[in-house]
């Protein structure tokens, strides 16, 4: 399994020069199988130049997985360069809701006066999936989403092969709740998404005091991913959904702030980057 991050900012796209070490781009992983399958998670603007990548390569097969459908997490889609071509099959995968269907949710982004073109009437089959309260396989792939504390229908994923385990959540707010050290992780969001996972990447936003403040907007900081990734046995930890108004420097400081919650001089937990890439056995 590896993985490859094409965008990893939180909230709003960031460009600029003082974002460049770490990038600007809103949430999307691609998690490329030993079998050739390709699994996209989620469609910030970093799905844009995936997009292209994978044409190149000759992909004809994409699962995109949707943790939830806030902008950043969507807004990609549209210029995601396989929807627009007929000879790719794309399985677009996400939370279930009471009140509509995921394709009607969507459809939103795909109208006027926010898009020209209808998502029907894109050229690429595209087939939509409320993702399964049981696990599930994806061609050589187990896996398993579960809804997690983020507002609005999110989940987590955990995508497993005989060799490796990888969780991704995004978006989280397990210290919602209470205070992560002091519960099971039965009574933990996300648990069971992340026990024992070779690798995290979980929603590090924010330090400890700018949390103080936003307590319930559905991320975390940087000592409760921390916190989260010890409860639940999580081997490597990567910080994910990078805070807009933290320039390169602040980030710096944020994975230094991880370093030494841990306590050991390794070089994990580390702060994702676009262009970053994980190789797992």
Sequence with gaps: MRLTIWGCRGSVPTPG???????????CVEVSLDDGTNLVLDAGTGIRRLGFDLLDRGARRVHLLLTHL????????????PLWDERVTLDIW???????????????SFSPPLFPIDLGEVPAQVTFHDVPRQPWTVDGARLLADLVAHPGPTVG??????????AYLPDHEPALAG?????????????????????????????????EERIGWGHS????????????????????????RHNDVSLERLEARARSL??????????????????LP
Excluded: C, K
């Excluded at 996400?94 to 939103?108: A, K, N, Q, T, V």
């Excluded at 841990?262 to 190789?279: D, F, S, Y």
């Design 94 to 108: 996400g939370p279930p809701s009471p009140l509509l269907s995921l394709r009607e949710r969507i459809s939103r």
């Design 157 to 166: 994923f955990r995508i497993e092969t005989m060799t490796s385990s990888f």
């Design 17 to 27: 020069p003082d974002t460049l070490s770490y990038g600007g781009n809103t949430s």
């Design 179 to 211: 205070t992560i050290a002091d519960r099971s992780s039965d009574w933990i969001s996300g648990a069971a998404i992340a026990d024992d996972v070779d690798i995290l990447l979980h929603d590090a936003q924010y330090f400890e005091d700018e949390y």
């Design 221 to 244: 900081s940087v000592s409760d991913a921390v916190a989260f990734a010890r409860a639940v046995g999580a081997r490597r930890l990567v910080l994910f959904h990078h805070e807009p």
């Design 70 to 81: 806030h902008l950043d997490h969507l807004e990609g889609l549209r210029f995601f360069a």
């Design 262 to 279: 841990v306590g050991r001089n390794e070089e994990w937990p580390a702060l994702a980057r676009e262009g970053m890439v994980v190789e």
